[in-house]
């Protein structure tokens, strides 16, 4: 990584990941610690619903892969481990051998918030606002969830109870920092930042299709990346599916790739997975 020649990939991840994995506390309904392992389970069908940290620094027991499997099984829930690049073969054989398989793979993009970077952001497109929201005004609060998260649901699903609870409660969270774009007044995209333990994390970002490329996503992107610095964040960072649109708009405002993380799932009968009623 040419923007950080004093970090590994390693090093970037022990510092990433467990900030990753204390994400859902405050946010989702359960969190418990076993081993290095964070979980979590928010509803069936949840994006909560998940485990960080397995096979960071150590492999784990198998004692502690059963007591993995049981918190999400005794919740009807398939269990979803978020693991890095970095994790043992040895650890994955294990996991293979208990009928977990690669569900996605993600990468995780940073751009350090120096002044080069982050000084002088391009001039929006003249139609385009992007302005703050205040987490503690109800309506305005429930429009950028509606926003935000309108590229994880089907068009026109309505956003459910328990996926609302939940942004809501992350978007509380200190250090949180919200945005809403508009165009003629229509609010068209959202996202969120949170500041913590060095990083600013990018996350909760959509745009309404009719108004995508036309530079929302990246005028979100600046917005965040600005806040995050005034909050005395050195580094940017964002979760990405490989090849799609917030890679794409990340690479062009100069973020790199952090390291590789891959999701792991153990299907079985009567277990609900992510997104699933």
Not at 87 to 95: E, G, W
Not at 195 to 199: E, I, P, Q, W
Not at 266 to 269: G, V
């Given at each position: 990584m040419t923007c950080m020649p004093r970090l590994t990939r390693r090093d970037l991840a022990l510092r990433f990941e467990p900030v990753q994995a204390t994400a859902m506390v405050g946010i989702a309904a359960v969190c418990e610690q076993i081993g290095e392992t964070s979980v979590s389970f928010g509803g069936k069908g949840s994006w909560t619903n998940r485990a960080v940290g397995l096979g960071l620094?150590?492999?784990p027991t198998p004692g502690e892969i059963d007591a993995i499997d049981a918190f999400f099984a005794s919740r009807g829930v398939v269990p979803r481990l978020e693991l890095t690049a970095?994790?043992?073969?040895?650890?994955?054989?294990?996991?293979?051998s208990r009928g977990y398989t690669l569900a996605t793979t993600m990468e995780l993009l940073v751009l350090p918030l120096d002044v080069m970077n982050v000084a002088a952001p391009p001039a929006l497109a003249a139609e385009i606002e992007v302005s703050r929201v205040d987490a503690a005004d109800d309506v305005a609060l429930r429009e950028?969830?509606?926003v935000a998260s309108s590229g994880f649901r089907a068009d026109g699903a309505p956003l459910a109870r328990q996926e609302l609870e939940a942004l809501v409660a992350a978007a509380r969270l200190d250090g949180?920092?919200?945005f809403i774009a508009r165009?003629?007044?229509?609010p068209v995209g959202a996202g969120s930042c949170r500041?913590?333990?060095?990083?600013v994390t990018l996350f909760g970002t959509s745009v309404r299709p009719p108004f995508r490329r036309r530079g929302v996503h990246r005028a979100l992107i600046d917005a965040r990346i600005h806040a995050g610095r005034a909050r005395g964040g050195p580094l940017a960072a964002v979760i990405s599916a490989p090849g799609g649109p917030t890679e794409r708009n990340a690479i062009r405002r100069g973020f790199e790739l952090?390291?590789?993380r891959f999701v792991l799932e153990?299907?079985?009968?009567g277990l609900v997975g992510l997104g699933e009623a």
């Open positions: 620094t150590r492999a970095f994790v043992d073969p040895v650890v994955l054989r294990a996991l293979a950028h969830c509606e949180t920092d919200l165009v003629a007044g229509e500041t913590r333990s060095g990083f952090g390291y590789a153990r299907r079985a009968e």
